[in-house]
Nanobody
């Protein structure tokens, strides 16, 4: 089991940027594929971005492709989500998740989840 703690959320104006971080503790971090998901008010949780254990393979939802970048630093046991050109529709609680699948896909079952960090984008 891996413990995940997100940080970096906050309030930003449309067009601005934020970088989310997710620090992991527990088992070897490079034994996990990692993902970012989000849940907007009164909506279901949705996939945002996924990264393989090595960082070589990434997936993005169509809604964030070209604006968000997922990356990881295995030495620091941290995964990041750089969010640029933010839009009001990006407002949500963002969750970090870990999977024992080293190369997860959007349909992968992620077993470990953080508590979330809130992102609010004002228009």
């Amino acid at each position: 089991q891996v413990l995940l703690v997100e940080s970096g959320g906050g309030l930003v104006q449309a067009g601005g940027s934020l970088r989310l971080s997710c620090a992991a503790s527990g088992r070897s971090f490079n034994g996990y594929g990692m993902g970012w998901f989000r849940q907007a008010p009164e909506k279901e949780r949705e996939f945002v971005a996924i990264i393989s254990w090595s960082g070589v393979t990434t997936y993005y939802s169509d809604s964030v492709k070209g604006r968000f970048t997922i990356s990881r630093d295995n030495a620091k046991k941290t995964v990041y989500l750089q969010m640029n050109s933010l839009k009001p529709e990006d407002t949500a609680v963002y969750y970090c998740a870990a999977s024992s699948n080293l190369k997860p896909s959007p349909s992968t079952d992620f077993a470990s989840w953080g508590q979330g960090t809130r992102v609010t984008v004002s228009s």
